[in-house]
């Protein structure tokens, strides 16, 4: 068949398809993204499609992609796959493309005060109940002189570090003591979540002018746990525009995150390189003088709260040695502390804590690293453990591999990616997928579940 007689015929089915596609999908989604769809090609199971952006051909993907095949099918092109290619022709400026798609535009206000609400802050998250120590003096310096709102000397600030070590803490002590010192100042925090709900909500509601407008008229913009956004390519595309606005009209930016710039998979290289441009301070694990410092700021605030409680000496001590995992679990058991103690109006002894906490310290305690359950179970099913971490397939070899890594992920707080790196340097779907194969099993193996039973014991001896 030539191409003309294809690109006809094709044409012909897309333009059939389309009528069904009304129906199905509604007056407005079609309108808004059906109609710009131009079929380029149908074979081998494959439709190709032209779309205005990356971004447009994502969500469709996303929203549309069964209803499109299915149809596609019916009209007698078996379709298994949609791929888009973003349109190389000249686009119509935005606004046309605007008014074309919405014909009721409404006219927008400019960005509202309270649109510029990001989210909630804590007002207990201040630098002043924000304990200084060796692991985060770099990370608390920096954000002080961010605070002062002076003239911007390091765009951005990229804070990170493990869970429950104060990122968020200092973001929102910098939005707090921004306020009080330039109470006209537009802060705007919130978390990538956020930020990608609000970018697809704004394409959704075809805002996206406004979305933009309002990213681009903060005076200081902070991002919490930005890996969030790892991998989602049309968010990160327009996180990465909205940064670079700010970054050239010298507005700070604030950026948190579980791991540094470079260790965020699925990362887009130019955002990672663009964020390493700032400063990047990292939050060390807690040590035990920044632990005590912790406990005794709360149970001062706790004292005056329960008066009359009183906590004997070589308690706080006792916490900040034996619960090291992090400052989050460490308020959480002081709280359990004193509300206990205040409930049974006994004096908070080493005695009462132990009881009282067993189950956190018991947690806190064993601390089973990922080699000690690659050794065990090597041990247990007799394989080598280099054998653990290489690359051979053996269902022999592949299950106690699979064990251990259920293992490491039930017995060890490490993420799926620590855990890849681990295991001789996979992925974390590996992981993941390993992880989920043993669950899977254990329902119905009852010597895998035995064995399981087995070696938690073992591990946690
Ligand atoms: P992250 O965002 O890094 O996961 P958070 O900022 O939410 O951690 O901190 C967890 C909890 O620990 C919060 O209640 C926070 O107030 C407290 N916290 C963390 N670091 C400190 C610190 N240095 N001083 C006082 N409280 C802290
Ligand atoms: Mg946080």
Same mark, same amino acid.
């Given at each position: ?11 012909e ?11 199905r999908? @509604? ?25 205005? +952006? ?19 099918? #019916? ?19 935005? $606004? ?5 798609a ?8 400019a ?10 802050l ?8 924000f304990?200084? @120590? ?11 002189r ?7 000397t ?11 070590l ?15 010192r ?20 704004? =394409?959704?509601?075809?805002e ?19 890996q ?8 990160? #595309? #327009? ?6 606005? =700010? ?24 955002? $990672? ?23 005794q ?6 004292r ?15 916490l900040?040695h034996?619960?090291? +995992? ?18 049974? @109006? ?5 005695? =009462?804590a132990?009881?009282?906490?067993a189950?956190?310290?018991?947690a806190?305690?064993?601390k089973?690293t ?19 971490i @290489?690359?051979?397939r053996?269902?022999t ?8 890594m ?5 017995? +060890?707080?490490?993420s ?15 992981i ?7 669950e ?18 073992? =591990?946690?001896?």
């Amino acid at each position: 068949m030539n191409g003309e007689r294809a690109q006809e015929m094709t044409n012909e089915t897309w333009v059939q398809v389309r009528e069904g596609l009304l129906k199905r999908v @509604g007056r407005n989604n079609f309108v808004t993204w059906i109609e710009p769809l131009r079929l380029m090609g149908l074979d081998d199971g494959v439709a190709r499609f032209e779309v205005p +952006t990356l971004f447009f051909g994502d969500w469709v993907q996303r929203n549309f992609a069964d209803h499109i095949r299915l149809r596609l099918t #019916e009209a007698g092109s078996p379709v298994e796959r949609l791929e888009f290619a973003v349109s190389n022709s000249p686009r119509p400026p935005l $606004k046309e493309v605007r008014t074309a798609a919405a014909p009721v535009a409404k006219a927008r206000p400019a960005p509202a005060e309270e649109d510029l609400r990001g989210a909630p802050l804590d007002s207990r998250f201040t630098f002043d109940s924000f304990v200084v @120590g060796k692991p985060n003096e770099l990370a608390h310096a920096a954000a002080r002189r961010v605070a002062e709102g002076g003239p911007v000397t390091f765009n951005p600030l990229f804070l990170y570090g493990g869970v429950g070590l104060g990122k968020t803490h200092l973001m929102h002590a910098i939005a707090h003591e921004l306020q009080k010192r330039q109470p006209g100042a537009r802060v705007l925090y919130l978390s990538a979540e956020q930020f990608m709900y609000r970018f697809v909500q704004a =394409l959704r509601e075809r805002e996206i002018l406004g979305f933009k407008e309002l990213f681009r008229s903060v005076d200081v913009l902070m991002v919490d746990d930005v890996q969030f956004i790892a991998g989602k390519d049309s968010t990160q #595309e #327009e996180f990465f525009h909205t940064f670079n606005a =700010l970054v050239d009209q010298n507005k700070q930016i604030v950026i948190s995150a579980d791991r540094a710039p470079g260790e965020i998979k699925d990362l887009e290289e130019r955002i $990672k390189s663009r964020l390493q441009c700032g400063l990047v301070v990292d939050l060390h694990p807690t040590d035990y003088e920044l632990r005590l410092g912790i406990l005794q700021q709360k149970a001062d605030f706790y004292r005056e709260q329960y008066r009359g409680l009183v906590i004997a000496d070589g308690v706080l001590e006792f916490l900040a040695h034996r619960i090291t +995992t992090n400052v989050r679990v460490l308020e959480g058991a002081l709280t359990r502390l004193f509300a206990f103690a205040s409930l049974v @109006g006994r004096e908070i002894t080493l005695d =009462l804590a132990q009881d009282c906490l067993a189950d956190i310290l018991r947690a806190s305690d064993r601390k089973v690293t990922i080699e000690e359950i690659q050794r065990k179970v090597a041990e247990h099913y007799n394989i080598r453990l280099s054998d653990m971490i @290489g690359p051979k397939r053996l269902r022999t070899i592949a299950r106690p591999r699979q064990v251990a890594m259920y293992l490491a992920k039930h017995l +060890t707080p490490r993420s799926l990616p620590e855990i890849g790196r681990r295991f001789g340097g996979r992925d974390h779907t590996t992981i993941m997928h390993g992880v989920r194969k043993i669950e899977e099993l254990m329902a119905t193996d009852s010597q895998l579940a035995d064995d399981l039973q087995l070696l938690r014991r073992l =591990l946690q001896a």
